[in-house]
């Protein structure tokens, strides 16, 4: 049966790619998003789909439709998440949206789920195990965050949003599941942001230096869109309430070696260089183990790195 899906954040990467994906398989979509780093770019294809609506809302404020009477299912994405200085889009950038949408905006979605007798999903984020001291990170992990560090205000903010959740949870009765979303990267990644992702490929293609922040022996496992796009689904459906599950790919890389990588499938003559010292709290290991998702829903990352790596290499150079 079709369901009513609000998705917030959904002109944002992850949430635009889930917004078309839900599309196709003829549920209906409503789209919340205030376009603070999402751009109506990622959804212009979506606007005339009957089974597809896009409103203009900030949901640090409640959000009352006379039109969607009955919501079947809320994904909440809605966030700032490059965490590059130097970026406009980043959540340094955007501080204090940042931290109410994770919480009052996160607040309002239990609430309205609550309403509508809804599911809800929260995406939460693998830095809210900070600058993990085991690796690779399980869900039981309680991390190592700074709480006045400059990433405390995505990293802190999003683990309040777990705490909220998992509150409506046990005292609410509501039906909800977090997923913590590991690095991911694809098609529609917003190529103005400062994620190693987007500078790598688009300093490749115009044959420019690949910037290295630190030494490079820091590691990220990234995770190809399509497959985190699959396990936010199975997590809505198939994930128990009150349960958290890490989604994300184990394949560790050094961000040297993933840059490299990112040349050589570009066919690139840049130079790799070591252009500025490691961010404050940048974590030094990312690892995710999905142990409990391959249990649990069945899911693991089916795409390899250098596939989904030059899918997303032919999207940039199409811009
Ligand atoms: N990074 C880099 N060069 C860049 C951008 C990022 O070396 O031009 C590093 C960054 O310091 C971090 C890693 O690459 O160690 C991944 O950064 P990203 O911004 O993609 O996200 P993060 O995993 O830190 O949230």
């Not at 597809?52 to 949901?59: G, P, R």
Request: glycine share 8%; aromatic share 10%; proline share 5%.
């Amino acid at each position: 049966m079709n369901k009513v899906i609000l998705i917030t954040g959904g002109a944002g990467f992850i949430g635009s790619n889930l917004c078309e994906k839900l599309v196709e398989g003829g549920d209906t979509v409503i789209c919340l998003d205030n376009l603070l780093t999402g751009s109506q770019k990622n959804i212009v294809h979506l606007l005339s789909r009957k089974n597809f609506t896009f409103i203009n809302h900030d949901v640090i404020k409640p959000f009352k439709s006379k039109k969607f009477n009955k919501i079947d299912e809320i994904y909440h994405l809605a966030s700032p998440a490059d965490p590059n200085i130097h970026s406009p889009f980043s959540y340094l950038a955007h501080p204090f949206e940042t931290m109410q949408v994770n919480t009052i905006g996160t607040w309002n979605m239990c609430e309205l789920a609550l309403k509508h007798k809804a599911k809800l999903s929260f995406s939460s984020t693998s830095e809210i195990y900070g600058d993990p001291q085991v690796s690779p990170q399980s869900e039981n992990y309680r991390g190592n965050v700074s709480t006045t560090g400059p990433r405390s205000v995505y990293d802190e903010a999003k683990r309040f949003g777990e705490t909220i959740v998992s509150s409506f949870v046990r005292e609410k009765r509501l039906d909800a599941r977090i997923t913590r979303i590991f690095n991911t990267y694809g098609p529609r990644m917003n190529p103005l942001e400062g994620r190693a992702v987007v500078n790598f490929i688009n300093q490749a293609i115009k044959n420019e230096p690949i910037t290295i922040y630190g030494d490079g022996k820091q590691t990220r496992s990234f995770c190809f869109i399509d497959d985190q796009i699959e396990g936010q689904i199975l997590a809505m459906e198939e994930g128990k309430t009150g349960e958290v599950y890490n989604m994300g790919n184990p394949d560790e890389r050094t961000i040297l070696e993933f840059a490299q990588m990112i040349k050589e499938l570009s066919g690139s003559d840049s130079e790799i260089v070591f252009s500025q010292p490691l961010p404050t709290d940048d974590p030094f290991f990312r690892n995710p183990d999905i142990s409990k998702a391959k249990k649990v829903l069945g899911w693991k990352p089916k795409f390899k790195l250098e596939d989904g790596l030059l899918a997303t290499i032919e999207y940039f150079k199409s811009l």
